[in-house]
């Protein structure tokens, strides 16, 4: 039913709306709004292929907006013919924006001497599929392929504390690898990122763990055994 008021509306849309080119018509839905929605200010504003639709990217969220601001509609966009996800595209560019943002200082990272691809996993110590993902960093190392740590500790006060312990232990990755496994470390505090580590988490749009973002922004939810990631990556 959720499919078929989106196709709906999408079609009244391409029926109802004039065409106009596409700099007036973002112009003019700026302006509208600028009206409706004072408070919103948004990034980009592109036409799709739906004539009378326009995505308006803010901050990092993807919606769909009939040009006078009326209508607006969040979810992916999909092409039934090409079996693309339009939306992808958008989504993939914010979200390595936002890695970046945050910066690989500001990260666990997990490095080989050659890299040939990067992955970036938003991880919490003790989810079981985060620790099966982990015990495959030897196998991820050995080809070359770089993994960076964001933390998202799920489990209240304790997971917090524990994950902090390990960003301020003298070895991070030695700490990382005992908690993982289910070893005591040495709690400890510092200065540290994890509340940018759950900001991004959530600007991301992680609702679980573990969630793995390619070199393209891509975003896979779950754990991904390492040969066939490795094999994603090589496509």
């Known amino acids: 039913m959720k499919f078929l008021s989106i196709f709906l509306l999408i079609t009244s849309l391409f029926v109802s709306f004039t065409t106009v080119a596409d700099e007036s018509a973002t112009e003019q839905l700026t302006q509208a709004l600028a009206k409706s929605m004072p408070g919103v200010k948004p990034n980009k504003i592109s036409a799709t292929p739906i004539e009378g639709l326009y995505e308006v990217i803010v901050g990092t969220q993807v919606v769909y907006m009939s040009v006078d601001a009326r209508y607006m509609i969040e979810g992916d966009l999909f092409d039934l013919v090409t079996k693309q996800n339009i939306s992808e595209d958008s989504k993939s560019v914010i979200r390595l924006a936002a890695i970046n943002e945050l910066g690989d200082k500001n990260m666990l990272i997990y490095r080989p001497k050659k890299v040939k691809n990067i992955i970036t996993v938003v991880t919490d110590i003790d989810c079981p599929y985060c620790r099966r ?86 975003m896979l939810p779950g754990y991904v055994p390492v040969d066939k990631l490795i094999a994603e990556l090589r496509k």
Not at 152 to 162: E, F, V
Not at 164 to 186: H, M, N
Not at 192 to 197: F, G, L, M, R, V
């Open 133 to 218: 993902l982990h015990s495959e960093i030897p196998d991820y190392l050995k080809n070359d392929v770089e993994v960076r740590y964001v933390f998202m500790p799920l489990k209240g006060a304790s997971d917090m504390k524990k994950t902090i312990s390990v960003w301020c232990s003298d070895d991070q990755q030695l700490a990382l690898d005992i908690a993982k496994s289910g070893g005591d470390i040495e709690e400890k505090t510092c200065k540290n990122p994890i509340k940018d580590h759950l900001k991004l988490a959530r600007e991301l749009g992680v609702r679980g763990t573990p969630a793995i973002i390619m070199e393209d922004g891509q």
